[in-house]
């Protein structure tokens, strides 16, 4: 019973050391080796901004320096879709 009892309290103590981590830093994501094929946690970041500056927020995915939005389709799936901002451009009327 000992065991199992540290066992969860040790547990605990970890998961609220992580969540203090997380609050302090914001982008506390632990180091580790996933899966080939599969996106490096470390790599990557998500912001909430209005991009355009239309006055709407939209979620923004980081990955190696490259920026997706992250919408969802039709069906409600997440989906990480590349963009890029262009300057705007002054046109002139004859």
Do not use: C, W
Request: charged content about 20%.
């Amino acid at each position: 019973m000992r065991i199992v009892a540290g066992g969860v309290v040790g547990g605990l103590a970890g998961m609220l050391l992580m969540f203090g981590m997380m609050s302090s830093t914001g982008r506390y994501i632990p180091h580790k080796e996933v899966t080939q094929g599969y996106v490096q946690p470390n790599n990557l970041t998500l912001h909430v901004r209005d991009i355009e500056e239309s006055g709407k927020l939209k979620t923004e995915l980081t990955y190696n320096h490259r920026n997706y939005l992250f919408i969802e389709d039709t069906n409600g799936n997440p989906v990480a879709v590349p963009y890029e901002i262009t300057p705007k451009q002054i046109v002139q009327k004859n």
